[in-house]
Nanobody
Framework: QVQLVESGGGLVQAGGSLRLSCVSS????????MGWFRQAPGKQRDLVAI???????NYAASLKGRFTISRDNAKNTVYLQMNSLKPEDTAVYYC???????????WGQGTQVTVSS
């Protein structure tokens, strides 16, 4: 099992920035990827960004350039730096991790991000 604990959400004005953090209870290198998804009210949960074990990153095309995913291996922590935030970025942001060999997919409890206009 893997526990993922997110932090860093909150209320910010449009144009502002936030940094989300996700701490894994297991070594990042034991996981195939870690990343972030988000879910706005009444919508499906969508990919924001993931970082692979080897360091490659994938972003939702519409977010690339404003959002940056990174990690601190020693702290088993993944970050999401969000800049130039827009009201449409308002959502619950979920940390995700996967262990492909175990066919396991893990989720954090989610952290609310609200961007006011």
């Amino acid at each position: 099992q893997v526990q993922l604990v997110e932090s860093g959400g909150g209320l910010v004005q449009a144009g502002g920035s936030l940094r989300l953090s996700c701490v894994s209870s297991r070594s990042i290198f034991s996981l195939n990827h870690m990343g972030w998804f988000r879910q706005a009210p009444g919508k499906q949960r969508d990919l924001v960004a993931i970082i692979m074990r080897g360091g490659d990153t994938n972003y939702a095309a519409s977010l690339k350039g404003r959002f940056t995913i990174s990690r601190d291996n020693a702290k088993n922590t993944v970050y999401l730096q969000m800049n130039s935030l827009k009201p449409e970025d308002t959502a619950v942001y979920y940390c995700n991790a996967a262990d492909y060999s175990a066919r396991a997919n893990y989720w954090g409890q989610g952290t609310q991000v609200t961007v006011s206009s």
